[in-house]
């Protein structure tokens, strides 16, 4: 499975961006995808994700009602529309694809930066 983002930049406070995740390779088994982040100095953390089958979604406490999760299964796509944007969003952002037989994300982007500015 391959993960290529797209969408991120620089953007000031209040601000919007959406990325993008194109998966390709063989997806079957493929479970949820998932939006990670990192920023300096701190440990990556689940932003949100997305199972493939149903399209349920989970969001972190600190993004919740500002950021949307999606996909589109017929272009093998995953969104992540962020609105209101804050300087502490400011990170690099990573798609992951989770595996149904470990349920662990085994698969990961080259990670996009996004850059909120005050």
């Known amino acids: 499975v391959q993960l290529v983002e797209s969408g991120g930049g620089l953007v000031q406070a209040g601000g919007s961006l959406r990325l993008s995740c194109a998966a390709s390779g063989s997806l079957f088994g493929i479970y949820a995808m998932g939006w990670h982040r990192q920023a300096p100095g701190k440990q990556r953390e689940l932003v949100a994700h997305i199972t493939t089958t149903s399209g349920t979604t989970n969001y972190a406490d600190s993004v919740k009602d500002r950021f949307t999760i999606s996909r589109d299964n017929a272009k093998n796509t995953v969104y992540l529309q962020m609105n209101s944007l804050k300087p502490e969003d400011t990170a690099v952002y990573y798609c992951?694809?989770?595996?149904?037989?470990?349920?662990?994300?085994?698969?990961w982007g080259q990670g996009t930066q996004v850059t909120v500015s005050s």
């Open positions: 992951a694809a989770k595996s149904g037989a470990t349920m662990t994300y085994n698969y």
